[in-house]
């Protein structure tokens, strides 16, 4: 994804609930930055695994 | 100093300041300005842009601290020397740091990993918007 595509999601009218949308258009605004920085998916996909992970211990540990 | 090709949106969201640090760094990256190219100065991008001093001072400020541009004082503001590691460095930072912000954000929304992840692929494949709605 172009940053310019990233743009056009955070452009177009939501059809989806507000806060899914919201988060889609960060995803897609961090997604762009990481492209742009040269990142390729599979390393993209990782860094997501591991703060994917890092969130859940955090609400593990908070008793989420 | 010719002016910058940069395009500020508001339908984006993303500050004006942060858009002008994104494309500025594009454009250093892309090797479209190169180590030692002269920026406009504040007031000639704030006027191109039609923003304000504040908003190009703070992107120019973060360039320098990202250590992309530097400030010569009584000379101008040029491209630094070898940006192109300390850039892509410093974006991928930014990367991580913009994608944890997604999630975090997401869970406190009550969104489960499974849809995120979907969301996530959903983006990476760049399927169209229509698509995902269906």
Known sequence: ?64 | MDQLPITLSQASGVPFYRQIVDQTADLIRSGQLVSGAQLPSVRELAGQLLVSLITVRRAYSDLENARLIVLRQGYGTYVADDVVAASRGQALAEARTALGTAIARARRLGIDVATIRTMLEELLEGREVDDVRG
């Open chain 1, 1 to 64: 994804m172009s940053a310019a595509e990233a743009n056009q999601v955070a452009a177009t009218a939501p059809a989806e609930s507000p806060a899914l949308w919201s988060v889609r258009v960060l995803l897609a605004a961090a997604l762009a930055r990481a492209l742009r920085a040269g990142a390729d998916r599979a390393t993209i996909r990782r860094v997501f695994e591991e703060l994917l992970l890092e969130e859940t211990d955090q609400e593990g540990d908070a008793g989420v």
